[in-house]
């Protein structure tokens, strides 16, 4: 079974400061999703990264793809309160159409 | 821009109540989902459906059943809504094709059977 775990599972900092959360699984992925969820709302893809040792870039937000395509991690530079959001991490199920998420990351910045 | 719609953001039922949750996307999708997302418990796949009339249980499929006449909706059905059916209800569509297979979710249906 595909598991993909996140860390930590709650992240509270205050705006300005850095942060990096983390997405494992001891399988390997064709690819791994982002999707950021904000309060009552559903989730909204942020990025797709496909090729090991891939790094992406959406303005402040730092996506990489590990070597071995087994994790991910996100970086956010100079957190802002818009950045507060439930951070999801999502692969393909092999052989299926579906994906598995990991459990994410809330992450709320503080004014 | 990929939109999913769902019918309503809120839904107040009682216990017993036939309940329909509606899903529309106009990207012409092959695939639908319906998930339920509970505090602690994060994204549970409750069915997927490939194309017209034809469905897959998810992981928690019990409760539940869905209708996809039509590529562009999918419905959800509550058969005999129940309290631990309150939830947050997310649809979400996705192409067959290409390797990836993202997702594009609605705003979510926060239900809640009383």
């Known amino acids: 079974t595909q598991l993909l775990e996140q860390s930590p599972q709650f992240l509270s900092i205050q705006e300005g400061e850095n942060l990096t959360v983390y997405c494992n699984s001891s399988?390997?992925?064709?690819?791994l999703q982002w999707y950021r969820q904000e309060p009552g709302e559903g989730p909204v893809l942020l990025v797709t990264?496909?090729?090991?040792?891939e790094v992406k870039k959406l303005k402040r937000l730092t996506f990489q793809f590990g070597d071995a395509r087994k994790d991910s991690s996100l970086h956010i530079t100079a957190a802002q309160p818009g950045d507060t959001g439930l951070y999801l991490c999502?692969?393909?199920?092999?052989?299926?159409?579906?994906?598995?998420f990991g459990q994410g990351t809330r992450l709320t910045i503080n004014p | 821009d990929v939109k999913v719609t769902q019918s309503s953001r809120y839904l107040v039922k009682r216990t017993g109540e036939k309940v329909f949750l509606e899903c529309v996307q106009d990207?012409?999708?092959?695939?639908m989902f319906w998930y339920r997302q509970d505090p602690g418990l994060g994204l549970r796949l409750i069915y997927f459906?490939?194309?017209?009339?034809?469905?897959e249980k998810g992981d928690i499929p019990e409760g539940y059943s869905v209708s996809r006449e039509k590529k562009e909706r999918f419905s959800l059905i509550l058969e005999s809504a129940s309290t631990n059916q309150t939830s947050m209800y997310l649809c979400?569509?996705?192409?067959?094709?290409?390797?990836?297979?993202?997702?594009?979710f609605g705003p979510g249906t926060r239900l809640t059977v009383t």
């Open positions: 999502a692969g393909p199920i092999q052989g299926a159409q579906k994906l598995v």
């Open positions: 459906s490939y194309d017209v009339k034809m469905k």
């Open positions: 990207m012409d999708h092959e695939n």
């Open positions: 399988s390997v992925f064709s690819s």
């Open positions: 979400a569509s996705s192409r067959r094709t290409g390797h990836s297979y993202e997702q594009y």
């Open positions: 990264v496909v090729t090991g040792g």
